[in-house]
């Protein structure tokens, strides 16, 4: 039964998901679009409690869910109640055209804008990067650098906490830097704390510091290819590229780090930083070439 409801569970939160993401891109600054993203890792890190505080009180793993439950029902309650501020709300952001002015463009349709298969690539690796590092980092820190496994799993959440700081700090300054700079710098961050794990150092610190820094670097990444959407490829396309974009991204951050589990079972988990760098790479390419077909047709016009 847990199974069979997670399904218009899920399909209810994607739908949310890209519903929320493309109405913040329109209406509001790159500053509210990482604080939003913010609270997403406050969310992450507070949920694990809630069930372990459930467990270790003899309520059990039913308490837990039916606690996520009310904070749900709750949440959704305020959404609908405050609908009709919503559509008070000017336009600040990127849009150009209030909502019921703009034409809704369909997944064929949206597919077809240049620049799109790029992004959604991009967004494919990032997710594909980021649920990689969270999941296989405690395996990684026990089974290559010898980390006592209560120790590993305490430290690996360096990588979330470094998410959720990184996007709490970029909301002061993503205005000012801008969202394509944001991405850039974020990647740089990444391919630092790739290289630090990469590197034969010893001690865990550098282990735990690379974490660190992947953390900080995904930070922007997620909310600015969100928020600028609407200036690469318009506001009347925003909310079907956003949606296809989230679903990009569900399918990197579902299928990638299985696929790091087998190669970790019959070749090694030593090569846990390697498959990291092969989506990073992908990533910054394929948001560069998407940038470059922004460019040309920016000067087209």
Known sequence: MLCLW???????????????????ALHYSSRHMNWLHCFWGVGVTISPYIMGACLLGGAGWHAGYRWVSIIQIVLTAFLFMTL??????????????????????????????????????GFFCYCALESST?????????????????????????????????????????VKIG???????????????????????????FSLAGLLLIGLGCAPVYPAIIHETPTNFGADNSQAIIGIQMASAYVGATLMPPIFGIIAQNIGVVYYPSYLLIFLCLMALMLERMNRIILQKELTK
């Not at 218009?8 to 493309?22: S, T, W």
């Not at 820190?141 to 980390?147: A, D, E, M, S, T």
């Not at 700079?181 to 150092?201: D, E, K, Q, V, W």
């Open 179 to 205: 969202d394509r700079n944001m991405i850039r710098i974020g990647l740089s961050c990444i391919a630092a704390g790739i290289l630090t794990i990469f590197l034969p150092l010893h001690g865990i610190y």
């Open 84 to 121: 009709p501020l919503w559509r008070r709300q000017k336009n600040v952001g990127n849009a150009n055209v209030q909502d019921e002015e703009r034409k809704v463009v369909g997944l064929a349709g949206a597919l077809k804008i240049p620049g799109v298969k790029e992004i959604l690539t």
């Open 6 to 24: 997670a399904i218009p569970y899920g399909l209810g939160a994607g739908g949310v998901d890209a519903a929320l993401n493309n109405y913040i």
């Open 134 to 174: 969270g999941l296989w980092a405690s395996s990684y820190l026990v089974l290559h650098r010898g980390v006592a496994e209560a120790t590993a799993a305490r430290w690996a959440a360096l990588f979330f906490m470094g998410i959720t700081a990184g996007r709490f700090l970029s909301g002061f300054v993503s």
